[in-house]
């Protein structure tokens, strides 16, 4: 007998997390577009309708236990735990439901599935929550913390408030943008923003040695009236 796909709408998913339908559907669509090498996108994500209040059909996703746990990973802290919980409970439910309309099975066997399934569930939990640390970004704190020193360290190669390069705007902005495109190329991220916070000491450290490259520095050179690089 072929086996039916259990899923969740993402209506559903949208109350478990608290966040608006729209807003979870451009999550599911982002995370669809950064797993663009996966060709089967819909072992997570299923592409689906449903009929709304005014009796209007709408877009939506139906989310398999795989997708729920793609998207639970794009979520940090207790909100993620209770997201994973309540997505958990949600298909044992619906496993249980599935299981009321197939034939008996035997106290043996009802058990043993039980137990794998409880085991199942409880690795799944205590995997998400060992990963916590390092897929959790770094804080609006950290974020602070970072951005003052990006500004020290910048002003810093400029020559100061006072001089030419700072004052120059143009200097000014480049310097700032390839700080942080180096920060972000060294911790392969597209925003500083989201650094894991389990290397937020390594970027500490890391910011105040940034060199400028060649073509910049050769700016801040002349807009300082420093006639070599060497």
């Known amino acids: 007998m072929e086996t039916i796909e259990q899923t969740i709408t993402s209506n559903e998913v949208a109350k478990m997390v608290g966040r608006t339908h729209d807003n979870v559907l451009k999550d599911i669509r982002n995370i669809i577009k950064q797993i663009g090498g996966v060709k089967n996108h819909e072992s997570y994500f299923i592409e689906s309708t449903y009929t709304n209040s005014q009796n209007k059909e709408l877009p939506n996703y139906l989310l398999t236990k795989k997708g729920c746990e793609l998207y639970s990973t794009r979520m940090t802290g207790a909100k993620g735990t209770q997201f994973a919980v309540a997505y958990i409970e949600r298909f044992n439910q619906m496993e249980n439901q599935l299981k009321e309309a197939m034939p008996p099975i035997s106290n043996t066997e009802l058990l043993l599935e039980t137990a794998l399934k409880h085991e199942r569930n409880l690795a799944a939990v205590n995997e998400r929550l060992d990963k916590l640390e390092t897929e959790t970004i770094i ?11 990006v500004r020290s360290t910048v002003i810093k190669i400029l020559g100061g408030k006072k001089s030419n390069a700072y004052k120059n705007k143009s200097i000014n902005r480049a310097a700032f943008s390839n700080c942080y495109n180096q920060l972000k190329a060294v911790f392969d991220v597209a925003s500083y923003m989201d650094i894991p916070k389990a290397r937020f000491i390594e970027a500490i450290d890391l910011i105040p040695k940034w060199k400028p490259d060649l ?11 420093i006639s070599s690089l060497w």
């Open 215 to 225: 073509e910049l520095q050769a700016r801040i050179n002349q807009a300082n009236g």
């Open 139 to 149: 804080n609006s704190s950290q974020r602070r913390k970072i951005q003052g020193l």
